[in-house]
């Protein structure tokens, strides 16, 4: 059985891009929710085997707090991606234990070996 992604973007046109890449590299995307509010409510209604997220988001909550809040309820591997370098953002996406965070604008091969190492 595949593996399912749930892609947490809040720029659909990323999320739409990365949602092809998960499906040529054996994945089963879920869906590409926008916001955190959208990605709790979508591992509530069915948890992915992994998050795929965007450090900012729009709205009130960012995606690191969003990765703690998921973690309160449901032990789910995430993986930040970020186009941004500050090392306090960093750090604070760090202290939530990911999987790893990975430039926005690095290759999207780096997922799939962050993916293919996580599930192997």
Known sequence: MKKTILIVEDEILIGMMLSENMEDFGYTPL???TTAEEALAAV??????????????S?????IEAALLIK???DIPVIFF???QDPQL?????????????????PAEAIEEVLNNLFS
């Open 31 to 33: 869906e590409v929710a």
């Open 44 to 57: 509530r209604a069915s948890p992915p085997d992994a998050i795929l997220m965007d450090i900012s988001l």
């Open 90 to 106: 960093l750090q604070r996406a760090g202290a939530t234990q990911p999987v790893a965070i990975l430039d926005k604008l690095g």
């Open 72 to 74: 309160q309820h449901a």
């Open 82 to 84: 970020t186009g941004y």
């Open 59 to 63: 709205g009130s909550i960012d995606g």
